[in-house]
Structures are given as C-alpha cells and as structure tokens.
C-alpha cells in the first residue's frame, strides 16, 4: 500500500497576480519614500541640486533592497502586495527562504530587468510558473488554491 501525499494548498502564481502584487508594492514604497524624503528636506536643500538624483537613486536602491528580502524572508514570506495578492515567495520545497537568498533574488531580478521580456515568457508558459531571477534563485512564487 502506497502512502499519497496531500495536495499542496498552493500553486505557482500567474503573471497578472505578480504584476498586480509588483505595482501595489511600488506604490506603497513611493508612498514611504515621499514620506521619508519630505520628513529630510531641509537636509535635501543643502545638497547641490546636480547630485540630488544620486542621492535618490541611492536611498531608492537601499530602499528596496531592504524592503523586498526584508519581506519575502520573513514569517510572512512576501510584501504587503504580496499578500493583499495571496500570493509568496518561498524555496522549490515551498518553505521559507533565507535573507540571503531573498537578497540574491533580488539583486539578480534589478540585475536581469533588461531581460523582463525573457522573464515573462518564462512566467507565462513555464510549469512552475518561475522568472528567470527565481530560476537562478532556486525561489517561486506561489498563490493559495
């Protein structure tokens, strides 16, 4: 007699679930940062107007990465998009995945953007569903049945 395993609860998440969860965080983390650059603007003032972009792209990077690898490796395993989405981000066994490795998911996902296409016909006609920086990664999203 064969013992049968329980059906998973969750499968791979489809592109438009992404895009929806990616464009929900983007507007929460604009929202942060507006927050966070008006609360500094009179330290912004004494910055020379031509190095005020580098300044931003800098605090928009740490940003980032600390808000996406910070979320996707907690107990939570995805952002506040991610989650109003039912959707996360674990390993290929489904658990949770490290901060190192949600680190390095990405830094290769900013890294490989120039090959977004690639990654959604990846996403779009793959099995498990998986971007290209996933794939590299050894991560998935996934969204509850």
């Known amino acids: 007699m064969t013992q049968e395993r329980p059906e998973s609860p969750w499968v791979p998440a489809s592109l438009l679930r992404r895009a929806l969860a990616s464009?929900?965080?983007?507007?929460?983390?604009?929202?942060l940062l507006f927050l966070f650059l008006a609360m500094i603007q009179a330290f912004?003032?004494?910055?020379?107007?031509?190095?005020r972009g580098f300044l931003f792209l800098g605090i928009l990077s740490f940003a980032g990465l600390c808000y996406f690898p910070g979320m996707e490796s907690s107990a939570t395993m995805g952002t506040p998009g991610k989650r109003v989405c039912?959707?996360?981000?674990?390993?290929?066994s489904g658990s949770r995945i490290s901060a190192p490795r949600a680190v390095?998911?990405?830094?290769?996902?900013a890294?490989?953007?120039f090959l977004l296409p690639v990654s959604i016909v990846m996403i779009w006609k793959g099995a498990r569903k998986q971007s290209l920086h996933d794939r590299l990664a050894g991560t998935q999203v996934l969204l509850r049945r």
């Open 23 to 31: 464009g929900l965080d983007l507007i929460l983390l604009g929202l």
């Open 86 to 92: 039912g959707i996360r981000v674990a390993d290929l």
């Open 44 to 51: 912004l003032s004494a910055v020379p107007m031509e190095r």
């Open 104 to 109: 390095a998911r990405n830094l290769l996902k």
């Open 111 to 113: 890294v490989l953007l």
